[in-house]
């Protein structure tokens, strides 16, 4: 059978990589892809991104399935367009990607239903912001309400960047529509996880465990980053805090969409802060698989992705489970000069390795031109490896990061920190 894949990043590069290998698929179509989707055997760029036109392919190519991979696609309707067309796709309708699309609506609905989260007041007026900025003090934190392609969170240790960034979004307008609404939290304190599920719109299908690191540089500090490397499975992720999470946060989210009218299909995505007392709290919501969360998930499945999907779309995720790799997956992001803010494309990538059974590099910000792969955006490749231990895993991908080249390429050298100094 052939299945589309709507995105262009790591992680769709990942699910197309991992659709390919299922003895049922003939063909997986990227929609609009990469330089590495476009040179995966079993895989073929499509390059097209309006939802009409998508509709339209996956008609008359008879596309048995459909992953939304990002955000944008879903929060513009993507599901409702295909879902009326008839048209089998996986992911959450307009509706209910507000989870993601507004942080507003989110944290309404969090309160509403009793799912732990962060302190918050919403405004669109900077002189009320800066207000309520003084009276809370710092640190803080200052979020875009809309989609900003992971750069819309502002961890403000001062009350001078917290002021700054409420400028940039209410009255720069630095994020456009995205920013002309702002959410300012109390900044939690402790340990982050991703805590990732499938959903068919009553059961809920647990994810393995992961944890990203979001700052640019080592011993996590510079700017907040869309993610600069992941691993699984994230020790500090109990079986105890598993079935908490499931309790506290997951099955409440799933419960609550449902009681507004509001049923949720798809990947569901919960950051989740764990504070000194190991108590979970929701920083965000994501509609859809983390980058680069999904590069290591999707090493370490050995179930057939496709078998999952059809589950979740049929209705029955109470009735199947996930096989997991018993190893440890490690993904290192290597980002483009001048990321987050300003990232340089047009740069020639070199020292690719071969496809290897323990070790993958997925793209990102990648194209092909002339014969030449090309930096195309921030984060470029993920190098993905299998190792016995965290520590082994993290051998592998370094190992082979370092062959890898191109002008101005950056990346952290302590992915996996925290579960490497944990006691065993």
């Not at 309006?50 to 048995?64: K, M, P, S, Y």
């Not at 048209?87 to 959450?92: E, Q, S, V």
């Not at 370490?300 to 440890?328: H, I, M, T």
Request: proline share 5%; net charge neutral; hydrophobic share 45%.
């Amino acid at each position: 059978m052939k299945l589309l894949v709507i995105g262009s990043g790591g992680r769709e590069h990942a699910l197309a990589w991992k659709l390919a290998r299922s003895p049922r698929v003939s063909q997986v179509f990227v929609a609009p892809g990469n330089g590495g989707t476009a040179a995966e055997e079993g895989v073929q760029n499509l390059p097209v991104t309006e939802i009409a036109t998508l509709v339209e392919f996956a008609r008359r190519e008879d596309i048995a399935l459909t992953v939304v991979g990002p955000e944008a696609p879903l929060s513009a309707g993507v599901v409702n367009a295909f879902r009326k067309a008839g048209l089998r796709i996986f992911g959450p309708d307009k509706a209910a990607a507000q989870l993601e699309s507004s942080k507003d609506f989110a944290k309404q609905f969090m309160v509403r239903h009793g799912i732990p989260t962060a302190r918050y007041q919403t405004y669109t007026d900077a002189a009320a912001a800066h207000a309520y900025l003084d009276a809370q003090g710092a640190p803080i934190v200052i979020k875009a309400d809309g989609l900003a392609a992971g750069k819309g969170v502002v961890v403000a240790q001062t009350l001078a960047e917290a002021h700054a960034a409420v400028d940039a979004m209410l009255a720069g307008n630095a994020l456009g529509k995205a920013g002309a609404r702002v959410v300012i939290e109390e900044c939690l304190a402790g340990e982050e996880a991703s805590f990732i599920v499938m959903v068919d719109g009553k059961h809920v299908l647990p994810l393995a465990s992961s944890q990203d690191h979001k700052r640019l540089q080592d011993n996590d500090v510079g700017p907040n980053t869309g993610g600069m490397g992941a691993y699984s499975p994230a020790p500090v992720v109990t079986p105890e805090l598993h079935a908490r999470i499931m309790r506290e946060i997951i099955l409440p989210t799933i419960a609550g969409m449902a009681q507004d009218g509001l049923p949720y299909t798809g990947f569901l995505y919960a950051g989740v802060m764990l504070d000194g007392a190991g108590n979970p709290k929701v920083l965000e919501f994501n509609c859809r698989l983390g980058d680069p969360e999904a590069q290591p998930l999707l090493m370490r499945l050995k179930s057939d992705l496709l078998d999952l999907l059809e589950a979740a779309l049929d209705g029955r995720l109470d009735q199947v489970e996930a096989q997991w790799d018993r190893r440890v997956a490690l993904a290192v992001v290597l980002a483009a000069a001048g990321y987050p803010e300003h990232p340089r494309k047009g740069d020639e990538i070199g020292g690719l390795p071969a496809p290897q059974e323990d070790a993958h590099v997925f793209h990102a910000g990648t194209r092909r031109e002339d014969g030449r792969l090309l930096t195309a955006g921030g984060r470029v490749l993920a190098v993905t490896a299998l190792g016995d231990s965290v520590r082994m895993a993290q051998k592998r991908a370094y190992e082979l990061a370092q062959g890898i080249h191109f002008s101005g390429m950056q990346y952290r050298r302590d992915i996996g920190w925290r579960a490497l100094k944990r006691p065993v």
